[in-house]
């Protein structure tokens, strides 16, 4: 392997910065599926919009087994070549991509029947036959936030995904507005906008490489395999983990249930946005460090820098959307799907976990098959758990609690491998007592404010709701001395886009 001279391409860039462009990306993918989702429940019945979320939810639980894990790839071997390498290397795994696009598609097409019968639901294969040619179109452009994180050109995955993820919002929704199509016509839309996204992707792949000479690539399919096939066994048992609450309550529930389970169990939009930043930022230079031998400490205290940024971000968020969850939840997807709230309460506990981005740090460390192995254990568990829970209270907010929880579980196993692995104590990775601090201030101030708000009984839920978060952000910011905390400080970073660290 060649080792990554000082590249010219992104030089002296911060991480902060980094994380802002790719944070632009995680808003525009975010923003798609939560527009979409309050647009296509209002215009769709219970049953109707169920089935479309059924399609979605299998192409997104089958996307990493025919993905074999290379978009992964890109992040930890970029770093680690020439970059005159680097664009035979980007089309040697796209073209594998290409090929899994085409198996998936098609077993998507013949699998239909089947497929419809296991969830219980016969709509189903008429829709899926529709979706059929979409991850032909879609998973050669999988990898581009890798690409581009790489070089530290995170700029391009906002632009791309901004661009793409608006054309995929218009194609997949005008069709149901404009002429009150179906869900199929729906389908119809986002095969056509696909094909956009696919030209837009191979466009945007070469932009890194261009005015350098590319030479061949000493990196082999077997090296790319070698790396990439454990995660294909980790995501498998991650599909088995996503698969296992949404298939018992699509089938033991009904679409009607399910409807009202996908709009509530849902990830916080700044929650899903910032961690998937901060994950694509910090994967190269942990791949990078890691390869370049750097000292245990100097990892750890830009693990716990990035902890502690996301941490003082989210986590004040976080606990607004958990005592206003009713609100949002109505302004979002009507009156309807007021039963969803529950689902998104319970869904949010996970938050204050999930900003532990171990990923990074474990893969770039190369540990894939352990990664691996607490996966297959929690699938395993998640599986038997919410069975029996089905079985013994038939609830379908008992699959939900299990699920979280098992999470949570699953977090504190992978945190604690990392801590004996690098022989550092947990208290040195992880920041406990700053985090203690940004909860305790967060819950005090959100206490006096809901008392507040419910007093003046507001009967507009959008003011309520708004008017609440500007009171609980203004006296958040006015109090933050008290608890030495300093929010502003933590998001400034992101704002200086042409300053370095």
Known sequence: MKLVNRLSIGQGKSNSHQAFWALIGSLSSFSLAVISSAILSRYFSKEEYGTYRQIVYIYSTLLVVFTAGLPQVFAYFLPRFAINEGKAIVWKITRFLILGGAVFSVFLFFASGIIANFLNNPELERGIKAFSPIPLLLLPTLGIEGIFSAYKKTIFIGIYDSITRILMLGFIVLPVVLWKGSYIAAIYGWNVVSLLTLLIAFFFKDIPFRGIESIRTSLSYRTVFSYSLPLVGASLWGMAIKAADQFYISRFFGASVFAEFSNGFIQLPFVSMITGAVSLVLMPVFSRMIHDKSDAKEIVSVWRSALYKSAIIIYPIVIFFIFFANDIILILFSNTYSTSTIYFRINMLLNFFNIIVFAPLLLALGKTRIYARIHMIYALVVWILEYLVIYLFNSPIGVAIVSVSLSIA????????????????????????????????????ILVVKFAIDSMRITSTLIECALALIVYASILLLTSRLFNLDYISNIKPLLRLNKKE
């Open 410 to 445: 699953a977090i504190i196993a992978f945190i604690v491998y990392i801590s004996k692995l690098m022989d550092i104590g947990l208290i040195e990775l992880v920041p406990f007592r700053e985090i203690f601090k940004i909860v305790i201030h967060g819950l005090l101030i």
